[in-house]
């Protein structure tokens, strides 16, 4: 089996390569938590690539059943079909296989070589979605009623489940993940993070930048924070713009506030909480 490393689009840490192997070792569902932006998603779609697998994604809504991962039973379809249906149709009618629509799971489990799977955002659903896929996770298999026939995955796929933390995962679904915490970057790997996405960025820029975006990050009572998504929207920004050094360095007797700040706050009470900071730290000098 091929190793995880990170890759040419994407920085992971030693410990984040160390969680996927290990999880990919156990053949265990790797659970990855982390603030919104720092590479969840993303991280399913790198390792996939670098495993050369094929990537099923399931994005989780609050009206996701886990039935659906499965299979759903097409009625509807089924009774309007034998109601139009000619002589030559009645057969198809009759055969229930026919309105068995294939949900992700029964994709990857029957897949003709091993895929990755992501269970994207698992806590936007219900609390018994993750409970109802307790049996399909460990034995990887379900049976399907209707048909009466046992759907066993011939390659365990390398399963991937994303959470943002808005509801707490069950006990029993815990212990069969293997779980991984992404730390929000430091400096260092934020770094590598940005050159990943515009290589040969000016090193004075990016650090000014840098600097303001941990000083936005670190503003105590701030509501939402800034992500590594919303830094590299804000640097294309300054980029695209051509933004002048100046208007970000604070200078020694005027701090001013950075241009397009709208990239990195995303409401008008964080907007205000830069803005009075600012304005005090301008008459502190
Ligand atoms: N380690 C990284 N290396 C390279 N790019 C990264 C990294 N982490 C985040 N990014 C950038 O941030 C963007 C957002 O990442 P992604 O969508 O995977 O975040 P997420 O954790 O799934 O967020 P959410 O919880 O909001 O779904 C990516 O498209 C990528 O551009
Ligand atoms: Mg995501």
Request: glycine fraction near 4%; aromatic fraction near 8%; charged fraction near 25%.
């Amino acid at each position: 089996m091929i190793k995880f490393q990170g890759s040419d689009q994407y920085v992971a840490t030693p410990d984040l390569m160390l969680a996927v192997n290990a999880a990919v070792t156990l053949t265990r569902p790797l659970l990855i938590k982390g603030e919104p932006g720092t590479g969840k998603t993303m991280l399913a779609e790198e390792v996939a690539s670098a495993l050369k697998m094929p990537l099923l994604q399931w994005h989780i809504k609050s009206t996701t059943k886990a039935q659906q991962g499965l299979y759903e039973y097409d009625a509807v379809s089924r009774l309007r079909d034998s109601q139009l249906a000619g002589v030559e149709d009645s057969a198809r009618v009759r055969d229930i296989h026919n309105y068995i629509v294939k949900g992700v799971l029964w994709q990857a489990f029957t897949a003709d070589q091993p895929v990755a799977l992501l269970i994207d955002e698992i806590d936007k659903a219900d609390i018994e979605f993750p409970n109802d896929l307790l049996r399909e996770i460990d034995r990887m298999e379900f049976y399907v009623y209707e048909t009466r026939e046992l759907v066993r995955a011939r390659h365990r796929p390398v399963v991937f489940i994303t959470s943002n933390n808005e509801k707490e995962l069950p006990d029993a679904f815990l212990r069969r993940c293997f779980f991984h915490y992404i730390k929000f970057p430091e400096a260092d790997t934020m770094r590598a993070i940005v050159d990943v996405h515009f290589p040969g960025l000016k090193q004075e820029l990016l650090a000014a930048a840098l600097k303001t975006f941990y000083d936005i990050r670190n503003l105590p009572g701030l509501k939402k924070k800034p992500s590594t998504s919303e830094l590299l929207d804000w640097l294309k920004l300054l980029v695209a713009e051509d933004i002048p050094l100046a208007a970000l360095h604070s200078k020694d007797d005027q701090v001013a506030i950075p241009p397009l700040v709208g990239a990195l706050l995303k409401n008008e009470q964080d907007v205000t909480l830069f803005e009075k900071l600012v304005f005090m730290q301008r008459h502190h000098r």
